[in-house]
């Protein structure tokens, strides 16, 4: 963990170097990147669902089963 801190708290340090505008361009980037994750993150849970809904690996139940098993 501290050296996480260590390795988030230099990009720190040179983020609040750049002037800034080039901390704004950063930003930007930074967003889009995680947009992109994001989005990468999510077509692969919708792929993996489509396979598994193909392979009748589901379950059917009511909203109330489906409360009942988030529950547990």
């Known amino acids: 963990m501290t050296q996480q ?5 230099k990009a720190l340090n040179v983020v609040e ?3 800034p505008e080039e901390q ?6 930074i967003s889009k990147r995680l947009s992109q994750q994001r989005r990468n993150q999510l077509l692969t849970e919708v792929a993996q669902a489509r396979h598994d809904y193909q392979q009748r690996n589901i379950k059917q139940g009511s909203v109330s ?3 009942a098993e988030l529950d547990e």
Not at 24 to 29: K, T
């Open 5 to 9: 801190i260590s390795t988030l708290q």
């Open 65 to 67: 089963d489906l409360m």
């Open 24 to 29: 704004a361009i950063l930003v930007d980037i």
């Open 17 to 19: 170097s750049l002037d």
